[in-house]
């Protein structure tokens, strides 16, 4: 039988030594975050299936060693991002869970085998997680992490389709709340940064899987902004217009050197924009997410819906409903 929870210690690949919440059972301590939702993460023991997938047991308490050796160490980061990103959610959102209900998605590791990627499944209200290249590289950074998950909010709330330029506003949204979330966790190891995935190699070079400042950067065809095109693209490459527009809107136009990262957001006009940072920024997107987006939203209503969100939180003429208008011209989205 369950008793109370503990707090154990987890060496974890990405984000140095972390303090998961446990349950101490009969059969020791298993990763289930009695404080966070009941959020359990299982070994799939590189299944595609599960089957066969137990909870994560422990007799010490001791988590992993830091590489992908040890069978412990994606679980700890899985366990890591859903606790971030729950407190995330809580803290900044003011939201109970991704259904605001208070219940927490599973995490799934060590899914298939040599599997370079991950993704949230909105049925079985879970994440699942590859190794990685080489099964060396789990995908449990915390901006993925916090990206996957965030598939879950906009099912949720919006359920913003996934194609056209709706799957391009569904992919932004968890860059920008992955993106968020890695900066809120204050890491020393994992420092918040408006790069997506730049601490699991995804590319073999070292280099991040994409940009917020310049989506362009990524040599891969994702969009800085807006055409009629767009909703063309793969939903990951269309998604760069709002990731741009959520930078500029954060941050600026030009260069800036945040954390030891240096960005320089260019605008489709030339237009310089000063940002209004962050935390202003995602409370505008969150209140569109939930209050203005529908399935079908696309770029011409995300600024709409961006615009009122704005407004209804700092008023009609404020710098910050400015800064919106201003960022959506920066990427080509006009009235
Ligand atoms: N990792 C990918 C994503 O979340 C999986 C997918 O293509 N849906 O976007
Ligand atoms: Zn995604
Ligand atoms: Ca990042």
């Known amino acids: 039988a369950a008793s109370a929870s503990g707090t154990g210690t987890g060496y974890s690949m990405y984000s140095g030594t972390v303090r998961p919440n446990t349950l101490k059972t009969s059969k020791g301590y298993q990763l289930d975050d009695t404080e966070r939702g009941q959020a359990k993460v299982y070994d799939f023991k590189h299944t595609e299936d599960g089957a066969g997938a137990t909870l994560f047991i422990d007799q010490d308490n001791v988590w992993g060693n830091g590489t992908p050796y040890d069978n412990q160490t ?15 959610y809580k803290d900044v959102l003011h939201r109970n869970g991704i259904r605001a209900d208070g219940k927490a998605a599973a995490s799934n590791v060590h899914v298939a085998k040599g599997y370079d990627n991950a993704f949230w499944d909105d049925d079985t209200f ?24 965030s598939h879950g909010l906009t099912a949720a709330t919006a359920g913003l389709e996934y194609g056209n330029e709706s799957g391009g506003l569904n992919e932004a949204t968890s860059d920008i709340f ?5 900066f809120y966790a204050k890491n020393s190891k994992d420092i918040g940064d408006y790069l997506i995935g730049e601490m699991i190699d ?21 969009a800085d902004y807006w055409s009629p095109e767009v909703g063309n693209k793969d939903v990951h490459l269309s998604s760069g217009v709002a990731n741009h527009f959520f930078y500029l ?16 957001s260019p605008t489709k006009n030339g237009s310089k924009i000063t940002g209004i940072g962050r935390d202003k920024a995602i409370q505008i997107w969150y209140r569109a997410l939930t209050t203005y987006f529908t399935s079908t939203t696309d770029y011409h209503s995300a600024r709409t819906g961006t ?18 208008n201003s960022a959506w011209a920066g990427v080509n989205v006009k009235p």
């Not at 590319?203 to 994702?222: Q, W």
């Not at 809107?249 to 320089?264: F, P």
């Not at 407004?311 to 009609?316: P, S, V």
Request: no cysteine.
């Open 74 to 88: 994606a679980a700890v980061d899985a366990a890591y991002g859903a606790a971030k990103t729950w407190d995330f």
């Open 307 to 324: 615009l009122k969100a704005a407004t209804d939180l700092y008023g009609a003429s404020s710098a910050e409903a400015n800064a919106v």
């Open 249 to 264: 809107l954060s941050e600026g136009s030009g260069q800036k050197e945040i954390n030891g990262v240096k960005y320089d």
């Open 202 to 222: 995804i590319n073999g070079d070292g280099t991040p899987l994409r940009y917020m400042d310049k989506p362009s950067k990524d040599a891969h065809g994702s």
């Open 126 to 149: 879970a994440m699942y997680y590859g190794d990685g290249k080489r099964d060396a590289h789990p995908l449990t950074s915390l901006d993925v992490a916090g990206h996957e998950l």
């Open 178 to 182: 992955g993106t968020s979330v890695e």
